[in-house]
């Protein structure tokens, strides 16, 4: 009994921070339609080994436990931005943030005020 006791804890213990958030409200990364890159969103549901984000640019989608991770841009963290939202990507560091607005440092030069919605990470 103590086993499956031990074995139980470390299953929820493992279920709990696969995801680094389960609770409705977390802000976290998705990985949008699975393509690779980490989008900034917050978590409107969470249920039967799924989540369902609401995106910082305002799509929605509900995937599963492993598509999801904590957020944790900081200063210095690297990100691609949709620079002025003409549509391409580039990479830079966040320089500055305050919620969803973002100082970016871009590798070419530039610099730029964002909001997270239109910053992705790998």
């Known amino acids: ?6 074995l139980a804890a470390a299953t ?3 279920f709990a921070t696969s995801a680094g958030a389960q609770t409705v409200g977390d802000w976290v990364l998705g990985d949008y339609k699975g393509a690779g890159y980490w989008f900034p969103g917050v978590v409107e ?9 609401r995106y910082d640019d305002g799509e929605r989608e509900t995937v599963g436990l492993s598509a999801i991770r904590p957020y944790d841009w900081m200063i210095g963290t690297r990100v691609q931005c949709n620079f002025k939202g ?8 966040i320089t500055s943030l305050s919620g969803e607005k973002l100082g970016i440092a871009y590798d070419d030069g530039d610099k730029e005020t964002t909001k997270t919605g239109r910053c992705r990470s790998n």
């Open 86 to 93: 003409q549509g391409n990507w580039y990479p830079g560091k």
């Open 45 to 53: 549901k969470v249920g039967n080994g799924t989540v369902t984000i």
């Open 1 to 6: 009994m103590k086993l499956k006791l031990m």
């Open 12 to 14: 929820i213990v493992g």
